[in-house]
């Protein structure tokens, strides 16, 4: 026995601050596109108009749905992004495992998925406050001023789909580490399955999938499925870690 053990919870932690501070590109990559989406939500997202008599009304409708996409996208390549060989190697500058350095990485990203999920969901504020300021010639509804229950039902709601796909993009990065083979098969079989459902009318894996997290309109069964799927890829991705070979 050793007068030092090493603390499985102390090491999770040093490796974590750790990379809060070596991987704030991820924050900035964030920043990036939530700046390129608020400018693509600037268009809007859907309008209706009518006439009679001479005059004119149109309405266009502004919401953060752009922003929250563009979220989802930006966490799924950054859970990729997180469990890249160059960051596996990095780990072993301190005393760890793959237990540890798994764990860091989930916490890093659900850190960062959360934050990204907040700041989306506040987009959609932002951009009805700009344009309210800067539509002086056109009236804008007072709609823009959401209720605080509803503010934060949204956001609770963004960032559980957001941290979802951060999560999944760091198991896919896994599984295509078994084998140089997956990173042809996993985009391929997707893009199958797409164009299999397309055909079929959908009604297939997808379809169930989306409609199983999309439909739900209970705030805590939705919470609880989401922890639920996400604990399931956590614990895939150490056995899948498990299977590696050393530092590889």
Not at 72 to 97: C, H, K, P, Q, Y
Not at 151 to 163: A, D
Request: with cysteine; charged share 10%; glycine share 10%.
């Amino acid at each position: 026995m050793y007068l030092t053990e090493a603390n499985i919870n102390e090491l999770i932690k040093k490796q974590y601050l750790y990379k809060l501070r070596a991987h704030y590109g991820i924050f900035t990559s964030l920043l990036l596109t939530q700046i390129a989406a608020i400018a693509f939500s600037f268009m809007g997202s859907g309008s209706m108009g009518t006439g009679s008599n001479g005059f004119s009304i149109n309405v266009t409708f502004y919401t953060g749905n752009v922003i929250i996409a563009f979220t989802m996208l930006w966490a799924f390549i950054s859970g990729v992004s997180m469990n890249s060989r160059l960051v596996r190697e990095g780990d072993f500058s301190f005393v760890t495992n793959r237990l540890t350095s798994n764990l860091s990485n989930i916490a890093f990203m659900l850190t960062a998925t959360t934050i990204g999920g907040i700041c989306a969901m506040l987009g959609s504020s932002l951009i009805k406050t700009i344009m309210y300021f800067l539509g002086a010639n056109n009236l804008v509804s007072h709609s823009f001023a959401v209720p605080l229950n509803q503010l934060l039902t949204g956001v609770i709601t963004t960032v559980l789909y957001v941290s979802l796909f951060g999560i999944l993009g760091y198991v896919v990065a896994g599984i295509t580490q078994l084998s140089r083979i997956f990173v042809i098969l996993l985009p391929v079989g997707f893009v199958g399955l797409i164009f299999l459902e397309a055909r079929t009318g959908g009604g297939g894996l997808l379809v169930s999938v989306t409609k199983f997290f999309a439909t739900e309109t209970s705030l805590l069964i939705l919470a609880l499925k989401v922890v639920f799927v996400i604990s399931g890829l956590c614990f895939l991705t150490v056995l899948i870690s498990n299977k590696q070979e050393v530092r590889r």
